[in-house]
T-cell receptor
Framework: DTAVSQTPKYLVTQMGNDKSIKCEQN?????MYWYKQDSKKFLKIMFS???????INETVPNRFSPKSPDKAHLNLHINSLELGDSAVYFC???????????FGPGTRLLVL | GNSVTQMEGPVTLSEEAFLTINCTYT??????LFWYVQYPGEGLQLLLK?????DKGSNKGFEATYRKETTSFHLEKGSVQVSDSAVYFC????????????FGKGTLLTVNP
C-alpha cells in the first residue's frame, strides 16, 4: 500500500489555467508538507500543515493556496499558472515532533 | 539561517569504487541530519539519518556519521553498484516548532559497469 500518494502524476497545462494537485497519506501522520523541486533538482519547502493548521508558509506567490480538509490530506491549488511554475511538486508527511519525513512520488507539472 | 552545503556533482564512478559525498551544515541549534536518495523518475526515499552528535546512520551499505566539531555528515559507501545511480540529498531538520527540512542542492551519482 502506498504510504504517501499524489494525483496526478503528470500535469500538462496552458499558462493562465488553474489546477489542483492532491496528496493523501495513510501513515496516521499529523504533519504534511509541499515541496517544489526545480529543473536543477533543488528542493525547497512551500507549506506545512500540522493537524490541519498552517505552520509554515514560505515565500510563495499567493497564486498557490494549500488546503487541508483533514489530517490525511493536503491539496495544492494553483491559480493563473505561469511558465515558471513548471517543476516537480512533492508532498511529504511526518509524525509531529518526529524527524523523518516520508515523500510522495511527485507531480510533474509542465506549463506551456 | 540554517543551510546545507553538499558537493556539486555529477559524480561518475565505476562499479565497486569507493564513494564519498561531502555534506556540511550550518544551524543555530542541534539539528537532525538526513540523507535522502532520488532514483530516476521517482520521489525521495530516506536513506539514513542521525539525530545527535557522533551517531552513525547506515542503510544498504551506505554510512554517514554526525560530526558536530566539523558540522559535517558525509555519505560513504565502500563499493558502489550500478543500481546506486541516483541523486543524493543531504538535509537537516532543526526541530522545535519549525518542521521543515532544509536540503542541499543534490549530487547526481552515476555508476558505470
Amino acid at each position: 500500500d502506498t504510504a504517501v500518494s499524489q494525483t496526478p502524476k503528470y500535469l500538462v497545462t496552458q499558462m493562465g489555467n488553474d489546477k489542483s494537485i492532491k496528496c493523501e497519506q495513510n501513515l496516521g501522520h499529523d504533519t504534511m508538507y509541499w515541496y517544489k523541486q526545480d529543473s536543477k533538482k533543488f528542493l525547497k519547502i512551500m507549506f506545512s500543515y500540522n493537524n490541519k493548521e498552517l505552520i509554515i508558509n514560505e515565500t510563495v506567490p499567493n497564486r498557490f493556496s494549500p488546503k487541508s480538509p483533514d489530517k490525511a490530506h493536503l491539496n495544492l491549488h494553483i491559480n493563473s499558472l505561469e511558465l515558471g511554475d513548471s517543476a516537480v511538486y512533492f508532498c511529504a508527511s511526518s509524525q509531529e515532533r518526529a524527524q523523518t519525513q516520508y515523500f510522495g512520488p511527485g507531480t510533474r507539472l509542465l506549463v506551456l | 539561517g540554517n543551510s546545507v552545503t553538499q558537493m556539486e556533482g555529477p559524480v561518475t564512478l565505476s562499479e565497486e569504487a569507493f564513494l564519498t559525498i561531502n555534506c556540511t551544515y550550518t544551524a543555530t541549534g542541534y539539528p537532525s541530519l538526513f540523507w535522502y536518495v532520488q532514483y530516476p523518475g521517482e520521489g525521495l526515499q530516506l536513506l539514513l539519518k542521525a539525530t545527535k552528535a557522533d551517531d552513525k546512520g547506515s542503510n544498504k551499505g551506505f554510512e554517514a556519521t554526525y560530526r558536530k566539531e566539523t558540522t559535517s555528515f558525509h555519505l560513504e559507501k565502500g563499493s558502489v553498484q550500478v543500481s546506486d545511480s541516483a541523486v543524493y540529498f543531504c538535509a537537516q531538520n532543526s526541530g522545535g516548532s519549525n518542521y521543515k527540512l532544509t536540503f542541499g542542492k543534490g549530487t547526481l551519482l552515476t555508476v558505470n559497469p
